[in-house]
Nanobody, 113 residues
Framework: VQLQASGGGLVQPGGSLRLSCTAS???????MGWYRQAPGKQRELVAL???????NYADSVKGRFTISRDNAKNTVYLQMNVLKPDDTAVYYC?????????WGKGTQVTVSS
């Protein structure tokens, strides 16, 4: 499956963005995730959503970010609210099933005044 993330951009602190990750095929069988990588740092998990819709978040984004999926559109979303400068990173989506993992190209999110 091929993944394409979009929706990044420049936003002021306290603002919101919604990222989308659209797949080339059926995503209903996959766990879907959003990760991010800031300059000089390792890639880290932001949020995961299971096939059944259960979610898991990094502590740093709990209460501010929401992951959701629309299997009919083969798309996963990341709604990001109350953005902080520390959220600045390249955001990547991935699809996981068993030992297989597929990554999309990232989308840049910059939070700055």
């Amino acid at each position: 499956v091929q993944l394409q993330a979009s929706g990044g951009g420049l936003v002021q602190p306290g603002g919101s963005l919604r990222l989308s990750c659209t797949a080339s095929g059926d995503i209903s069988i996959y766990f879907m995730g959003w990760y991010r990588q800031a300059p000089g740092k390792q890639r880290e998990l932001v949020a995961l959503i299971t096939r059944g819709g259960n979610t898991n978040y990094a502590d740093s984004v709990k209460g501010r970010f929401t992951i959701s999926r629309d299997n009919a559109k083969n798309t996963v979303y990341l709604q990001m609210n109350v953005l902080k400068p520390d959220d600045t990173a390249v955001y990547y989506c991935d699809a996981e099933i068993g030992d297989m993992r597929y990554w999309g190209k990232g989308t840049q999110v910059t939070v700055s005044s």
